[in-house]
């Protein structure tokens, strides 16, 4: 079992800086990739990032590559997000994941990550 907790959302204006975290408990840290997902109302949970176990690799989608960073930091059993640039489009709620799996791949399908956070909301206004 692994449990996920997100904490930082909040409003923010267009072009503004948002920093989300995310604290995980129950398994070794440092043996699960962690992901960032975001869900907006209507729409499905779509991939974020993702970052591997040791954080050297990252993954981003195309819709946030260049303005948002995904790290972590496995001593404090620790995800972040920081988001700049904020745009209008980037309003959701935030989700940390964790893929559990022995093969070390950056997924983006929701469908493999084993758990998941509560969720923060986010969101961006003109």
């Known amino acids: 079992q692994v449990q996920l907790v997100e904490s930082g959302g909040g409003s923010v204006q267009a072009g503004g800086s948002l920093g989300l975290s995310c604290v995980a408990s129950g398994r070794t840290f440092s043996s699960l990739v962690m992901g960032w997902f975001r869900q907006a109302p209507g729409k499905e949970r779509e991939f974020v990032a993702a970052v591997s176990r040791g954080g050297g690799s990252t993954s981003y989608a195309d819709s946030v590559k260049g303005r948002f960073t995904i790290s972590r930091d496995n001593a404090k059993n620790m995800v972040y997000l920081l988001m700049n640039s904020l745009k209008l489009e980037d309003t959701a709620v935030y989700y940390c994941?964790?893929?559990?799996?022995?093969?070390?791949?950056?997924?983006?399908?929701?469908?493999?990550?084993?758990?998941w956070g509560q969720g923060t909301q986010v969101t961006v206004s003109s």
């Open positions: 994941a964790a893929d559990t799996s022995s093969i070390p791949i950056l997924r983006s399908a929701p469908s493999r990550y084993d758990y």
